[in-house]
């Protein structure tokens, strides 16, 4: 038996819907640590929150909650507040009326805090309002008050930005952030927006399929993806497949001699990352990292960053500053010398 | 155009033989009809039979409807398809089959009469020929009032601390009332108007229907149909009233009433 932890502790948990699979897997979030589960739709994200939550019955493995072992207890038990992705309001109660369920509900004898929680996540004028009549992000505060109105020992967060339009996700995802820094309590965030995931995770977990890829802190597994679908989940883009020998690879007319290639032998597949590539002018001397020449394809203003599409071998799409874009002077047809910055690169075994 | 003369056409299929029906009657053979012991006392039966059905078809059929729209379980169509089952047997043969089981020597019934309950010639018989008939109505309407509601509600009122019973309760029963309702008045409606499964089982004492037939065969078309008036006017009215309560204020004063 593990020495059970403060905070949420999870072993060789498992769970079943249909022919999908969840699992075994084990995770720990310390009592002020936000986890973030990353992983495309269908992974198995919310079937993972359900089941720590005690909504979902469970195969196999063991949970336990500050200390507790929480496994055999049914969902009311558990005392772990849940948000999801569309808030779940009741349709027939009031804000105020939503966030008191909870405490009633439980019939403990707590001091009533709605009236704080109304303040806290600035909704206190929506009180006698119909969830109905609220907008996307005004529902999500209500549902997050609504969860710690239960003064929970665990805090899941089911996709709950990925409803609302951009400046209420940006709204929404301050609050959190502050929220869940003040709370002090263990909190998993599920999501697939890698930006949501970093800005929001101190730890973050990789989930695809059912299993679990990758976790750790997420400034290392953001720059440290382990395979090829935690790169792409992160943002990494594909390089192509190429071979590596003695400390080197090469893949199209990139030659590699990268710590990335150390140890690796036979056919890999190169990852990197877009906005780590340096352009400039022809015949500079020798790039810092690995580098080629490329002709300009051609050049997309999106913003924050803008994408320019080089035509060499293997095809690159490089994430520049507009700032750059302007110094350099870059048109279409134009040729540039392509540098790959040393760390931007990741090499894995070809399967 | 077509579209609303062809429904215009049906409408008037159906309204017209009432019409007709309601104009037949001066004012003194309705007030005589009413005043009759017989058509009072059979309207009277009507009324209270198919309101108890209402009730057990509802506090029945709540948790067959509430199963068949939440849980997925092998076997879930064919269930429904026993819940259906009643719309397509004719009401005679409901009525024989239901003899069957509950007269004096069947299955319920024998055991019911050592009880001193009979079924046979009863207002019980009356209720069960009424239930088998109506009990469709009660659970599909429930259905589909529990089917729109959306899962997530319940989950969220169980991680909020609900036992499942009182997720129940106070989130998806006052949410699918409406549907619940609408059920319960479509068993009363469906009851009052039942005939052929009540006559076999208890022709008497004899329901509205049963009586005006009484009468159609005793004294004529011109008699039962001051009769027939009395019990249209009666189940209309009872009708309308309990649909607008169903459908509207009587759920704004239950949700009200719901914290």
């Known amino acids: 038996m593990p020495t059970p932890r403060p905070g949420l502790s999870v072993s060789e948990l498992s769970a079943q819907a249909g022919p999908f699979t969840l699992g075994p897997l084990s995770l720990a979030i310390p009592p002020d640590r936000v986890l973030v589960v990353l992983g495309p739709s269908g992974a198995g994200k919310s079937m993972l929150l359900e089941t720590i939550a005690g909504l979902r019955s469970q195969q196999g493995g063991q949970i336990s909650l500050t200390g507790t072992d929480i496994t055999g207890l049914s969902a009311e038990r558990r005392r772990i507040g849940l948000v999801f992705q569309d808030a779940a309001l009741f349709p027939h109660l009031t804000v105020r009326d939503n966030i008191r369920f909870g405490p009633r509900a439980s019939r403990r004898s707590a001091p009533d805090t709605t009236g704080d929680l109304l303040g806290q996540l600035g909704i206190g004028h929506l009180a006698d309002r119909a969830p109905r009549s609220l907008s996307g992000g005004e529902r999500q505060r ?29 709204d929404m995802r301050t609050l959190l952030q502050r929220l869940l820094a003040e709370l002090a309590i263990p909190a998993a965030h599920v999501t697939h927006d890698r930006d949501e995931a970093l800005s929001i995770g101190d730890d973050l977990a990789i989930l695809v399929g059912g299993q679990l890829r990758q976790t750790g802190p997420a400034t290392h597994v953001a720059t440290h993806p382990a395979d090829p679908d935690t790169a792409r989940l992160l943002g990494w883009a594909e390089l192509g497949h190429g071979t590596a020998a003695n400390g080197a690879a090469r893949i199209g007319q990139l030659i590699i001699h990268d710590r990335a290639a150390g140890g690796l032998h036979g056919p890999v597949q190169a990852f990197y990352r877009p906005e780590d590539i340096e352009l400039g002018p022809i015949a500079q001397g020798p790039p810092p990292g690995a580098g080629l020449t490329a002709h300009v394809q051609e050049i997309i203003r999106t913003r924050p960053l803008a994408r320019v599409s080089l035509s060499c071998d293997p095809p690159i799409t490089a994430q520049i500053l507009h700032r750059d874009l302007d110094r350099l002077q870059l048109t279409a047809g134009q040729q540039v010398q392509v540098s790959l910055l040393p760390g931007s690169l990741r090499l894995f075994r070809a399967r | 155009m077509v579209t609303w003369l062809l429904g215009g056409l049906l409408l008037a299929f159906v309204v017209l ?31 209270q039979a198919a309101a108890i059905t209402a009730g057990i078809a509802t506090l029945f059929g709540v948790p067959l409807a509430y199963i068949l729209a939440r849980a997925s379980f092998r076997g879930r169509n064919a269930l429904q398809a026993l819940v259906d089952l009643p719309l397509v047997v004719p009401h005679t043969v409901a009525g024989i089959a239901l003899l069957f089981l509950f007269g004096r020597t069947g299955w319920v019934g024998g055991p019911a009469s050592h009880l001193g309950v009979s079924f046979y010639g009863s207002q019980w018989g009356i209720v069960a020929a009424m239930l088998f008939v109506s009990c469709p109505f009660a659970v599909n309407s429930a259905r589909v009032g529990f089917e729109a509601i959306d899962p997530k509600l319940e989950r969220a009122a169980r991680s909020l601390g609900a036992t499942p019973w009182h997720a129940f309760q106070r989130i998806t029963l006052p949410l699918a009332l409406r549907g619940v309702l609408t059920g319960a008045v479509l068993v009363y409606a469906r009851s009052i108007s039942e005939f052929g499964a009540v006559v076999i089982i208890a022709y008497y004492p004899a329901t509205a229907p049963v009586e005006i037939y009484n009468l159609f065969l005793q004294s004529g078309l011109t008699q039962s149909a001051s009769a027939a008036v009395v019990l249209l006017i009666v189940t209309l009215a009872t009708f309308l009233v309990l649909r607008t309560l169903a459908s509207g204020r009587l759920l704004a004063q239950v949700n009200r009433a719901y914290p």
């Open chain 1, 142 to 170: 209500v549902a997050l008050a609504r969860a710690l109105a239960i003064q929970p020992s665990l805090l899941l967060l089911d996709e709950p930005l990925s409803a609302l339009d951009q400046p209420a996700r940006e």
């Open chain 2, 17 to 47: 033989p009432i019409i007709r029906l309601a104009t037949t009657s001066s004012v003194a053979s309705l007030h005589a009809a009413a005043s009759a012991a017989a058509v009072r006392d059979a309207t009277l039966l009507s009324l």
